[in-house]
């Protein structure tokens, strides 16, 4: 079964600590996965897209066949950067969503 | 831009109540979307349509129907409302290429009394 996982509920780091949020996944063939994120009082949105290769915001998202993942990482976490983050897959011909339980990123000062 | 707009964005509603969740979106998509989201455990698909009268359950649709009799408008029925039905509810729409977005709605906070 196609499945998310995201192992941390929070991730406390300092400003300008490096950053990894991490996504496994469960999926027969090649998946294309996706980062959203939600701000404090704004609504979900994407952040990044695997089939992209793009970074937003500092962030990137490599994509590991062997090990099943799909982690976020930031060289050099903001302040602004604290927020939801939630890993998916799609999932049914593309037109859903699964999502991980999401990792909350705190960026202390 | 896309916009998804819900009707509220906090109601409160008493146990056996029927509650109705409105969600527009202006952009012609096809896909659309109701989420629950709660803490520890994500979102969690409730139920979703690819067109017009045409609508699929998601991963938790017990409790709820919904309506979709115009492309830009699905609803979320709870039919009797209980209290395990307290949530964040989302809706999101997307439209057909692949690798396409969900775009989402700012969200109804319900709380069932």
């Known amino acids: 079964a196609q499945r998310v996982t995201q192992p941390e509920k929070l991730l406390s780091v300092f400003k300008g600590a490096p950053v990894e949020l991490k996504c496994n996944y469960s999926?027969?063939?090649?998946?294309?996965l996706f980062w959203y994120v939600q701000y404090s009082r704004q609504r979900l949105q994407l952040l990044l897209r695997?089939?992209s290769r793009e970074s937003i915001k500092g962030f990137t998202a490599d994509l590991n066949k062997g090990e099943t993942s799909f982690h976020l990482k930031k060289p050099f976490a903001q302040e602004e950067d604290s927020a939801m983050y939630y890993c998916?897959?799609?999932?049914?011909?593309?037109?859903?969503?699964?999502f991980g339980a999401g990792t909350r990123l705190a960026v202390h000062p | 831009d896309v916009k998804v707009t819900q009707s509220s964005r906090y109601l409160v509603k008493r146990t056996g109540e029927k509650v109705f969740l409105e969600c527009v979106q202006d952009?012609?998509?096809?896909?659309m979307f109701w989420y629950r989201q709660d803490p520890g455990l994500g979102l969690r698909l409730i139920y979703f349509?690819?067109?017009?009268?045409?609508?699929e359950k998601g991963d938790i649709p017990e409790g709820y129907s919904v309506s979709r009799e115009k492309k830009e408008r699905f609803s979320l029925i709870l039919e009797s409302a209980s209290t395990n039905q307290t949530s964040m509810y989302l809706c999101?729409?997307?439209?057909?290429?692949?690798?396409?977005?969900?775009?989402f709605g700012p969200g109804t906070r319900l709380t069932v009394l």
């Open positions: 999101a729409s997307r439209g057909t290429v692949r690798y396409n977005e969900q775009f």
């Open positions: 998916a897959l799609p999932s049914g011909g593309y037109n859903k969503l699964i």
């Open positions: 349509s690819y067109d017009v009268k045409m609508k």
């Open positions: 999926y027969s063939g090649s998946p294309e």
């Open positions: 952009m012609d998509h096809e896909n």
């Open positions: 695997h089939i």
